[in-house]
């Protein structure tokens, strides 16, 4: 019972590099989300999708992208990594009205 | 802007004894709130949830208070046990699935 992975668990990056993270579930929901956790800090969301093909931003969206082309993955990108752009980094996955499940992190240093 | 707020970062309680965790809001237009737990290197994990159209909801030895007028709402366990030690999280939403989370509450349950 996966429920919702994320890779890699940990990795650090040059200034300007750019990589994918990786987050797919196993649940069937049709809702996932990504997060970013700062230390000392709550979850802010980056964006959100309400089904494949569907993606919307959140309250923390520049300097990412992603994309939606199934219902079980919601890879995360960033283009130009900045240092600003270290943190902890969750995925969450929900049905319509449901309670988010998430993974268990990124953690992402930009050196 | 904090929309959702923990004013206390840390906690540390007594084991058998209450823990009370508080939270306070800003936006009127919040009607779900939520708590999540919080372990070392792993995910948040959906904890109790309280629909604005209630005061209180329970679950065992979970119990949230929700008081609309003050805009505020508490997590209480009683007994605390002392693998309830975690970092809490309060949530809020407003009738979609985008979460508002606060910044946590460290709880350590002392034996």
């Known amino acids: 019972n996966a429920g919702v992975t994320q890779t890699p668990k940990f990795r650090i990056l040059k200034i300007g590099q750019s990589m994918t993270l990786q987050c797919a579930q196993d649940?069937?929901?049709?809702?996932m989300y990504w997060y970013r956790q700062d230390p000392g800090m709550g979850l802010k969301l980056i964006y959100y999708?309400?089904?494949?093909?569907?993606?919307d931003k959140g309250e923390v969206p520049n300097g990412y992208n992603v994309s939606r082309s199934t219902t079980e993955d919601f890879p995360l990108r960033l283009e130009l990594a900045a240092p600003s752009q270290t943190s902890v980094y969750f995925c969450?996955?929900?049905?319509?009205?449901?309670?988010?499940?998430f993974g268990d992190g990124t953690r992402l240093s930009i050196l | 802007d904090q929309q959702v707020k923990q004013n206390s970062p840390s906690l540390s309680v007594q084991e058998g004894r209450i823990s009370i965790l508080n939270c306070d809001y800003t936006?009127?237009?919040?009607?779900?709130f939520l708590w999540y737990k919080k372990y070392p290197a792993e995910g948040p994990t959906f904890l109790i949830s309280?629909?604005?159209?209630?005061d209180k909801n329970e679950d065992g030895r979970f119990t949230v208070f929700l008081n609309k007028s003050a805009k505020h709402l508490s997590l209480h366990i009683v007994p605390s046990q002392p693998g309830d030690s975690a970092v809490y999280f309060c949530?809020?939403?407003?009738?979609?699935?985008?979460?508002?989370f606060g910044q946590g509450t460290r709880l350590t349950i002392n034996p």
């Open positions: 999708s309400v089904g494949a093909g569907i993606t």
């Open positions: 649940m069937n929901h049709n809702y």
């Open positions: 969450a996955s929900s049905q319509l009205d449901q309670p988010q499940h």
């Open positions: 936006n009127s237009m919040f009607d779900y």
């Open positions: 309280i629909s604005s159209i209630k």
């Open positions: 949530a809020a939403t407003e009738g979609a699935q985008k979460l508002v």
